[in-house]
């Protein structure tokens, strides 16, 4: 094994990070009593477990090295997504969470899909529906994650990519295996402090190398004076291949990580496994500052690292490379294992919230709500544990030879949440006259329009708005249209289910 960019002793702080996760899972597996246990930990997470469990559920691999890239190639221009993504977290804890809470506390529901089974009196249909999208975006999502361990271990340690892949992959599944959500949310507790801590103490040193604020505007300015503006101008197709961010495509960008990503299960049913409800009160506001602070520190090193390209004083492969190289020209070889710590962090706090996910998802909400349903929870949790090894194997092997059109699928994954979760879930919680009918075929066409404008916009023409955009629009009127023209719901269920215009009831 070759000793790559951190040498000898920056591989055994890695490895000695990796072996501390194995333990915190095998630790945290002895509380494992359950499926409850395994998959909302009892329901006992306390308010900086839910934060950091919020935080490194949205915060991925891909999200660090990708956040740099975007900022690299579209400046100034990019940075809403910077307010976009921590708003997904704020939105998920008071819009979504505090009324699923409510209502899955007094039901013991375990995930989303119990929910909407139980608010649309849909058993079988909703639950199949939503676990369909639950497996495609969490499977897409996962070789994202994978890809981004491989790319990181390859580059610090030297080693062979799928080797990299292997060992993370590994490490991955088998904490997820031992300990469920408590040893997910005890590790994402230690991966988010390294996160945030990590990112505040490594990016100055990329930003101050590349001469500071200044000089980075007055260089980016000088390659397009666009690219240290608000936005692009409103031109489409767009003259340029980073010039996307147009006033109009931010309209579509902010449905779509502002409510689309924050209604994914695998961040959104962190509030059904919270503690006390006093939790929501405060965690938007920490987890929003806390979120938004890191991101653009990032979102600023990627500008950082175009500026040394511009100067001359490091070349670049690619743009997601950007805060890989601006790390090793700015900062001693001694602290490249730390960075290496944040980027593992970032990636396994996502990676393990979704093959949860995923199990859950197969275990309790196919095998113990479909197929059999007197299955004890001893059989619940092995079909759990089975389905996160198979899955996991999945995405491991598809993240070998990623497809080329890996970033396409990852923002089709993101589009498919907004497009298939969000208006059942807020029309559940919110409108009183959603119904059955309106949700599954609101859901259905949403899910199906999504892929269908997707394809078109990356392999036809390109679209002036994000493609999830007019799928979302449709799945609206479709959840509309046929709720208003078919039975209301019972009384009982809208007392029983809290819906309502109104978060919390007085």
């Not at 292997?166 to 088998?174: C, D, K, Q, S």
């Not at 960075?339 to 275990?363: H, K, P």
């Not at 993240?399 to 993101?414: N, S, T, Y």
């Amino acid at each position: 094994m070759g000793n790559g960019a951190m040498g000898i002793g920056g591989t055994i702080i890695v490895f000695l990070y990796l072996i501390f996760m194995l333990c915190l899972g095998a630790f945290t597996s002895k509380k494992i009593k359950s499926a409850s246990d395994f998959i909302v930990a009892g329901k006992s997470l306390g308010f900086w477990l839910f934060v950091m469990l919020i935080l490194g559920s949205t915060t991925s691999g891909m999200t660090l090295l990708g956040v740099a890239g975007l900022g690299y190639i579209g400046g100034w221009p990019t940075f809403w997504e910077q307010i976009f993504v921590p708003l997904t977290c704020a939105v998920a804890i008071i819009i979504y969470g505090y009324k699923l809470y409510e209502v899955c506390k007094e039901n013991n529901f375990l995930t989303l899909q119990d929910y909407l089974a139980y608010r649309f009196e849909s058993p079988k249909a909703m639950r199949v529906i939503s676990s369909i999208a639950v497996l495609t975006t969490s499977l897409i999502y996962l070789v994202g994650q994978y890809t981004a361990i491989a790319i990181v271990l390859k580059w610090l340690l030297g080693i062979p990519q799928t080797q990299a892949l292997f060992i993370g992959a590994v490490i991955v599944v088998l904490y997820v295996l031992l300990g469920g959500l408590y040893a997910v949310s005890w590790t994402t507790l230690f991966q988010g402090f390294i996160i945030f801590f990590g990112v505040i103490i490594i990016t100055p040193f990329v930003i101050k190398s590349a001469g500071g604020l200044s000089v980075i505007n007055t260089t980016m300015a000088s390659i397009d004076p666009n690219l240290v503006m608000p936005f692009f101008p409103q031109q489409h197709p767009p003259y340029a291949g980073y010039a996307f961010a147009t006033p109009l495509f931010l309209v579509s960008f902010f449905l779509l990580l502002a409510l689309g990503l924050g209604s994914g299960p695998h961040i959104i049913n962190n509030a059904i496994a919270v503690k006390e409800k006093r939790y929501f009160k405060w965690s938007p506001l920490v987890v929003f500052v806390m979120y938004i602070f890191i991101m653009y520190l990032i979102k600023i090193s990627g500008m950082a690292v175009r500026t040394l390209v511009v100067n001359g004083a490091v070349s670049l492969g690619k743009p997601d490379d950007a805060l890989l190289v601006g790390v090793k020209y700015a900062l001693p070889q001694v602290s490249w294992a730390l960075f290496a710590v944040v980027i593992l962090s970032a990636v396994m706090s996502t990676t393990d919230r979704l093959l949860l996910v995923i199990g859950s998802c197969i275990g309790w909400d196919f095998y113990k709500q479909i197929f059999r349903r007197d299955a004890s929870d001893k059989q619940i949790t092995l079909i759990s544990r089975i389905a996160v090894i198979i899955f996991g194997t999945i995405s491991f092997l598809l993240a070998i030879k990623p497809p080329a059109l890996l970033a396409w699928l990852i923002w089709m994954g993101i589009g498919v949440m907004l497009t298939t979760f969000v208006v059942p879930v807020i029309a559940g919680l919110y409108w009183k006259r959603a119904n059955r009918y309106g949700a599954i075929w609101s859901m259905v066409t949403g899910y199906a329009m999504s892929i269908i404008f997707g394809a078109y916009a990356q392999f036809v023409k390109p679209l002036p708005v994000h493609f999830s955009f007019f799928p979302f629009l449709i799945a609206v009127a479709v959840m509309v249209i046929v709720s208003s023209f078919t039975a209301k719901p019972s009384e009982n269920l809208i007392k029983t289910s809290h819906t309502g215009y109104f978060i919390r009831e007085k």
